[in-house]
């Protein structure tokens, strides 16, 4: 919970990717911060935690996917914290690597039932987990709120710090926390482009305003959502995304995941590839980690340490 230390950027290399070179983006590398969690998740819950623990609040719980990377970060930063974790896991979903790293970091985990999920946002549902689980904070899926936003600023921070003129700056969105964050706190002068993980959001514009307003934040930037990189919805793959994943991986020496990081990579390959964005614009992607959730893929080597080949530090 101290001041941000300096954050790893990265420039890929020259090596063509299915053909368009690449070599005008730079990458946030939030997937290199070390932790055991490491990405943009750590930076939504510091004052999430810091909240609670000066109310006195000694456990917490929120709601995820079998592979959620926000349930994996709570429960690594959670034992960092002596905080007691309570997971609420959909039901049906069968056990995971993510979900036996949540438990040895000490989470407990409760599966429940599709239809009870659907109560997670119910007032009355959330306090017959508090009966069962005893007082507890409860966070949002995915952790999106004011405090969230507040702690993605510091990631604008270290890219303001920078001092580099940048374009364009990317980012995965899922509730849009993490962009909010970044348009309230980047240096004008840029242009920030949000692209989704899920098909047919069309209400996330208006979502990220709203929890703009609720951080009492405004956007210093111009920002937008890239709608069409979803490439099937939330966490599935396309031919094209895979393709481009293995490509992208043979040529740079960096990790990408299905579920946010490669589609936000792909929306780059693509605007470049049809031009509707210069190979002479500076761009800066930011590499949101979520590497643990490679281990759901079997086409995928599930390691999330970084491959051998070409790029250079910055
Ligand atoms: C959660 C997550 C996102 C999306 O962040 P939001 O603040 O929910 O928009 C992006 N990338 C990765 C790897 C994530 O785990």
Known sequence: MHATPE????????LPV?????????????DQLGGNAPGNKVFKLRYNLQKLQQSGES???????????????LAAVGAEHGLETIGVVRGGEVQTAMLDDARRWGMQIVKITRSDYKRRHEVEFQREL?????PCAILPEGGANAEAVRGCMHIADAINARGEKFDRVLVPVG?????AGLAAGLAPGTVLHGVSALRGASDLGATISSILKDAAQAARVDWSILHDFHCGGFARVNRELRDFLLAFEAAQSI?????????????AYRMLCEQHWADTEELLLVHTGGL????GYPWLDGSAESGQSGGTTK
């Open 130 to 134: 508090a009966q069962r689980f005893g």
């Open 59 to 73: 456990r917490v719980l929120s709601f995820g996917g079998a592979w959620s990377n926000h349930l994996h970060a």
């Open 18 to 30: 299915l053909g368009q070179a690449m070599g005008n983006i730079t990458v946030l590398r939030l």
């Open 292 to 295: 643990q959730g490679r281990r």
């Open 175 to 179: 509730s849009g926390a993490t962009l």
């Open 7 to 14: 954050l790893p950027f990265y420039r890929l290399n020259q």
């Open 255 to 267: 990790r990408l995941e299905p579920v946010y990081t490669a589609k936000m990579f792909y929306a």
